[in-house]
């Protein structure tokens, strides 16, 4: 399993390089409805196989969503038919560990992955890591989500992509399985 993991994030990781090199990935097929990797790979990863997730990642990385205060809580961002598990978006900074120190039982609870759009160190990734274990947590390097999260103009962090595909900060209102 280990092996397995640790192949799947290393082709990953590879992909990533490619195009931060400026060549464009060979999209053999886009059905419209595709989506990151990022969310699969955090449930995947947890604990000490975590490990094989710094193993070829390149710091520091970094997104062009901001730490600020989303102005609307319960914003649309994606389709929810996309998820299955909430996602909780953060950073490797500060706002972010209060947000998650803040909420960890509730995304416990949520049974959310945390995908992790900046980090300047793998230090600053493993300090996320071990506040939110036993939740999965995985690096998001693409641009997609937060390109998404822009368009719906929610282009900030920390925040939760409940499974209705809205975005939330405020999290006492959410319950599992639902959102009140």
Sequence with gaps: MVRMIAALLTSMLL?????????????????GRSVPF???VAQLVAGDEA???LQGLSFPFGTSLQPKVLERDGVQVLDPTWLTQPLAIVAAEDLSMRWLQFNRDTLLQLGAVVLVVQAQNAQGFKQLQELVQPIGIAPEVSPWLAERLHAAGAGVYPVLVHTDGRAYQVLFQISAGEVQ
């Design 51 to 53: 490990e094989s997730v």
């Design 38 to 40: 990022s969310p699969l």
């Design 15 to 31: 992909v990533h390089q490619v195009q931060a090199q400026g060549a464009a990935p060979t999209v053999l097929h886009d059905s």
